[in-house]
């Protein structure tokens, strides 16, 4: 019977790391997609098998793309204030996210935040892009190293034009 108390010792010992790496609900891609659902009265479609599609993405890039997130809204209707939605995400994305773009049009039906964080050897990126009618929501986490070799393979394949993207020219 000593055996049996075990299994939810164990259950527990195994459910805490895991809520504490996935932020304890207090923040990340679904506390955002949830707010942006909330406030503007949208539903955001959840991209089917995106864990598995993350999984044939980390081994189609030998480790270079993982832990992919994306959420759609279609047929977007609401006004949005860029100044709000940069603060609505600030504060859902958690701890550790600093912004690097924003870019908002003139009329505001087309927006771009993307924030960025370390995470270890690799870099989280979380984007939300409103597109007239469309917004995306999308969290990825990649190996800016392996990357880098990536793009450096197809640099032979520029017909001939040099580009020294390094170069302290003028």
Not at 33 to 45: G, L, P, S
Not at 133 to 140: A, C, F, P
Request: proline fraction near 3%; aromatic fraction near 6%; glycine fraction near 10%.
């Amino acid at each position: 019977m000593k055996h049996l108390l075990w299994i939810p010792v164990c259950m527990v010992a195994l459910a805490v790391p895991t809520v504490v790496l996935a932020g304890g609900g207090e923040g990340g891609f679904d506390a955002v997609v949830r707010t942006i659902e909330t406030r503007y009265h949208q539903q955001a479609m959840r991209i089917p098998f995106t864990g598995l599609i993350s999984l044939v993405a980390r081994g189609a890039t030998h480790n270079g793309v993982g832990n992919l997130h994306v959420a759609e809204f279609e047929h977007f209707n609401a006004d949005v204030d860029g100044n709000d939605l940069n603060q609505l995400v600030e504060q859902k994305i958690g701890a550790g996210w600093q912004r690097i773009i924003r870019d908002t049009s003139h009329h505001g039906s087309e927006q771009t935040l993307i924030f960025m964080r370390p995470e270890g050897k690799r870099m989280g990126l979380f984007v939300v892009d409103l597109d007239g009618k469309e917004m995306d929501v999308v969290q990825v986490s990649v190996d800016p190293d392996h990357l880098n070799e990536t793009i450096g393979k197809y640099d032979h394949h520029d017909h001939g034009v040099d580009l020294d993207l390094d170069s302290d020219a003028d």
